[in-house]
């Protein structure tokens, strides 16, 4: 669909937005959000596997688990400056909470998905039985050793095994 704007757009997405900047997703519900959609994007999307952006498929699956795995990227990059608004002598610190203002967090999958990483593994094992012999190799030759390891565990909590 976002190919539709302009050809090769996805591409732009995934190769500039969605892989190097995953990691700054802050918040536990957020980072969950995206782990379940990039779930997705790996192992319901046809392209991904067998089409043109199989290339980004490992790149991806090596970013997901970099989410699970490695703490927030909390850094700022060099050209965004903000103000600390404690440091502008005129603002005064003054305010009133709001008791009923705060806010709630609704996990859109209503508990249907209470650990990405399990979603992940059988996800992959649909996928592979979908595709018999693809994943493997693509895995072992495409992500690190130790997101390998990681994928390993996450297989094994979830009880399954790639075909």
């Known amino acids: 669909m976002v190919d539709e704007f302009q050809p090769k757009m ?35 999307t046809p392209a991904m ?14 970013s997901l688990i970099e989410l699970f795995e490695l703490p927030e990227d909390d850094t700022i990059p060099e050209d965004e400056h903000f103000i600390e608004i404690e440091d502008t002598p005129s603002y005064q610190i003054s305010y009133s909470q709001l008791v009923f203002a705060g806010k709630k967090e609704c996990d859109p999958f209503n508990g249907a998905i209470p650990d990405a990483r399990i979603n992940l593994a059988q996800s992959l094992y649909k996928l592979s039985v979908n595709h018999p012999g693809k994943l493997m190799p693509l895995i072992s030759s495409g992500i690190g050793e130790e997101a390998i390891a990681h994928l390993q565990r996450y297989l094994q909590a979830a009880q399954v095994q790639l075909v």
Do not use: H
């Not at 596997?49 to 090596?62: C, F, H, S």
């Open 10 to 44: 996805f591409a732009m997405v995934l190769d500039r937005v969605v892989i190097p900047e995953v990691q700054k997703v802050s918040g536990s519900l957020e980072r969950k959000i995206c782990a379940i959609g990039i779930t997705k994007l790996l192992t319901e």
């Open 49 to 62: 596997i067998v089409g043109e952006y199989a290339n980004y498929w490992t790149p991806l699956l090596q």
